[in-house]
């Protein structure tokens, strides 16, 4: 038999992946309290559970906003092409005021999540 355990640091860290795959993709941010997604993350990880919409809408996208932030200030400093760094910055900006308001995400930056 299989014993499935997910202490709450991994659970942290998991929290990331469907976070930044509804943020980019530009899913509804309250997908995870759906329940057929609740019933298939139990059927692929019993002990996981979903980030709530809360929890999507604030430390979730507090931490990506500053993980970008810093990402953002980091190509600063390499003297990155400005314009692409404040396009960047701009598109999370409105990632962030979109989520809070409950409107679209898709604007989010796919140059932004791949570092």
Not at 98 to 114: M, P
Request: contains cysteine; hydrophobic residues 40%; charged residues 25%.
């Amino acid at each position: 038999m299989f014993a499935d355990h997910v202490t709450h640091e991994p659970h942290n860290k998991f929290d990331t992946v469907p976070a930044r795959t509804i943020y980019a993709s530009g899913a509804p941010l309250s997908m995870t309290e759906n329940v057929y997604w609740q019933i298939a993350m139990k059927k692929i990880r019993p002990t996981y559970s979903l980030p709530s919409h809360y929890k999507l809408t604030n430390t979730l996208l507090d931490a990506e906003y500053d993980r970008v932030s810093l990402i953002v200030k980091d190509l600063a400093k390499k003297n990155i092409d400005y314009n692409e760094v404040v396009d960047i910055f701009k598109t999370v900006l409105k990632l962030r005021y979109a989520a809070v308001a409950g409107g679209d995400s898709t604007e989010v930056c796919a140059r932004c999540l791949k570092f």
